[in-house]
């Protein structure tokens, strides 16, 4: 699908539609079809948008595949006017998704130089509902807390304890962990008040690992 041959809307309708036929529920199809995708990707690879992949973005990271984007948007499980925290802002392509679905987005960035441009993009898009920081995600966003949903995009050993602890009672996060050396799966961890966590594991993944105080641990 060629971005710049035709209007975009028609590319980012069909990836939509395909997104659909996967299970991915309508409202997060519909802001799919909304978010203008090619602003997300380098200028090189515009004309491959709209394919149901991950593509590089500079500094050995990657937007994320649309139905990856799609199903963890859904695992959240959240209502328009939730605030939701963003570990890994990336290309800003999931905090887009997310404020098309009516979120207040804080999202965290550790690479500074991918917060800028995801910015851009984001402005570009007309996504005002999106606040960004660059920072260690590990730390969270402490004096924005607590969050109605935490969602991370890069693969961790175990849970930060910071996220965990800025999570609302009833809120989930959703985050991918390694699960030996070859396997990521991404879990949704539900907070219940009083109770420890449910952890729930959901879908084989492949993501960048998260950098910063995590990894150092």
Known sequence: MNASARDWRIDARDLANALSREGIHTEICEAIARVPRHLFVPDDLRDRAYEDSALPIGREQTISQPFVVASMTQFLAFSPGARILEIGTGSGYQAAVLSELGAEVYSI????????????????????????????????????????????TAVAHATPPALLQQLATGGRLVIPLESGPWAQWVWCVTKQAHREPVFEKLLAVRFVPMTGSVRDA
């Not at 917060?115 to 920072?135: E, F, Q």
């Open 109 to 152: 960035e550790i690479i500074d130089e991918l917060s800028r441009r995801a910015a851009d993009a984001l402005k570009a898009a007309g996504y005002a509902n999106v606040h960004l920081r660059v920072g260690d995600g590990a730390s969270g966003w402490p004096e924005e807390a607590p969050f109605d949903g935490i969602i991370v």
